[in-house]
């Protein structure tokens, strides 16, 4: 236990504290007697944590700035999410004015200009023919959604018995049965197995270090890992399946990119059994991959794709599905008056949320940031592939701005080695990430060619220290 943050039992002396409160405005300093016992954080080790926390309390651009005054060069963008940097004024300014002029309008038979607004801006970035938006509050909440506007759509074509859904080992598709069910992480479904959804089947993952250990942007090989859907589909039958959903890049197990032609294939073998394919763009989305979207990057373009994330810079929850018009007419034109889908958020579309995204498509275009994110893909790449033959490394991969490092696990111990290389960049002021036992580096997409290099030879360094 650790009731008192103070508490000697925390590692945190009175010296210490004293130390922090000197450096800090009144706004970020640590109240003196904060405890950290009530808060049960999410996917986090509690116990080690709460011994040794790690306080942020201020962020700008490229940086975090932690309760004790210190400055640390955030590499992932918080959690994948805050792609136009820290802080900015433009997204500030516009919730401010937002909580002051509409707090809050219900969704449900009311709206409020800002949401459609906003729907209508991403129908005209996404790709062409997805243009109908379904606002959620989170990428689980998205994912789910997505699943459900399926169901609704094969059932409004009178094809009601197409109940399966696809997903892929190795996806995270969020923490709604929903997108647990259709993930492929071991220990998010362990605990929840006997109450998973029925009738789900997962493709084979696209992981292939035996072919393609360092590649640089899509690996060369593995287009036909998208034919396991014809395994499944022989075992089921097409006429049970309502949609395939996948990462274009999985994110959270470890920076997958999709081989060569493997989207096409599986793009095609959707068409060619009317299963519906969805993309969860969460991470891919808002350039990311060096373009728009994910299926902008790759040029295949989905049914659906779900959205979070970068859609509001991270500053306001928000998630979205965005749906081929058809999907939406068949579902809206063919039901009886009245409601015609019954699902929603009492925050979908929230003004707050709304007008954050409004702004940050604002930036995106303003700074251009996707293009600035494809320009800086190559030194990215060329950074991260300078690791290779360091201490450990096993692989190394990149697409767009986003960067891997795979780690050879200690033996019984997947994820403690990048674990140590997390913490220790973490003490020497680098925020990257740990995804099982691949390093990802993933920074906001204004990071400069010099913050790039100080990121990955700091990772570089510490991979010397680790044993
Ligand atoms: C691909 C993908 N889908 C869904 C989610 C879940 O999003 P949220 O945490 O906003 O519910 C995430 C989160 O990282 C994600 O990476």
Avoid at 240 to 267: C, F, K, Q
Avoid at 350 to 355: E, I, K, M, S
Avoid at 381 to 391: P, S, Y
Wanted: a negative charge; aromatic letters at 8%; hydrophobic letters at 45%.
């Amino acid at each position: 236990m650790c009731p008192q943050y103070t508490g000697k039992t925390c590692g945190w002396t009175g010296e210490l504290l004293h130390h922090s409160l000197a450096g800090m405005t009144p706004s970020t300093a640590r109240p003196v007697d904060l405890s950290l016992s009530s808060l049960w954080m999410p996917f986090t080790n509690n116990r080690a944590f709460k011994a040794a926390p790690r306080l942020l309390s201020r962020a700008e651009g490229m940086f975090y700035h932690d309760v004790d005054g210190r400055q640390i060069v955030d590499g992932i963008s918080g959690l994948w999410c805050v792609n136009a940097g820290h802080g900015r004024r433009e997204i500030v300014d516009a919730i401010a004015h937002a909580a002051g002029e509409l707090d809050f309008a219900p969704p449900f038979q009311m709206g409020h200009p800002l949401s459609f607004q906003l729907a209508q801006q991403l129908a005209e970035l996404l790709p062409t023919g997805l243009d109908r938006v379904f606002f959620t509050n989170s990428g689980s909440e998205a994912v789910d959604t997505a699943l459900k506007i399926a169901l609704a759509y094969h059932r409004s074509r009178g094809e009601p018995q197409r109940t399966c859904f696809i997903g892929r080992q190795r996806g995270y598709h969020g923490v709604g049965f929903g997108g647990i069910s259709v993930g492929g992480i071991a220990p998010n479904r362990q605990a929840f197995e006997a109450q998973l959804l029925p009738h789900i089947d997962h493709l084979a993952h696209t992981h292939d270090l035996a072919r393609n250990a360092y590649s640089r942007g899509q690996p060369m090989h593995g287009a036909e890992f998208a034919d396991d859907l014809e395994r499944i589909v022989t075992a089921r039958g097409a006429h049970t399946i309502a949609a395939v959903i996948i990462e274009p890049v999985a994110g959270s197990t470890g920076v997958l990119v999709p081989p060569r032609g493997y989207l096409e294939r599986l793009r095609s073998l959707c068409d060619t059994h009317g299963i519906l394919l969805i993309f969860d763009e969460v991470i891919t989305g808002f350039g990311r991959t060096g373009s728009a979207f994910g299926a902008t990057t790759f040029g295949v373009t989905p049914d659906m794709m779900t959205l979070a994330k970068g859609i509001t810079n991270g500053a306001v929850p928000m998630g979205a599905v965005c749906a081929a018009r058809a999907i939406h007419d068949a579902i809206v034109d063919s039901a009886a008056p009245g409601i015609e889908f019954f699902h929603g958020y009492t925050y979908s579309g929230h003004p707050l949320a709304a007008a954050a995204g409004l702004a940050t498509l604002a930036l995106y275009e303003s700074d251009a940031l996707f293009a600035r994110a494809a320009a800086l893909a190559p030194v990215l790449e060329r950074a991260v592939h300078a690791v290779r033959g360091a201490a450990h490394v096993i692989d190394v991969r990149n697409i767009g701005m986003v960067g891997a490092i795979e780690l050879a696990s200690r033996d019984g111990a997947v994820g403690a080695r990048a674990g140590a290389v997390f913490m220790e960049c973490y003490r020497r002021g680098i925020l990257i990430r740990q995804t099982g036992e691949t390093i990802a580096i993933a920074p906001p997409l204004i990071i400069s060619e010099a913050q790039i290099d100080e990121i990955v030879s700091t990772v570089h360094d510490v991979l010397a220290t680790v044993a």
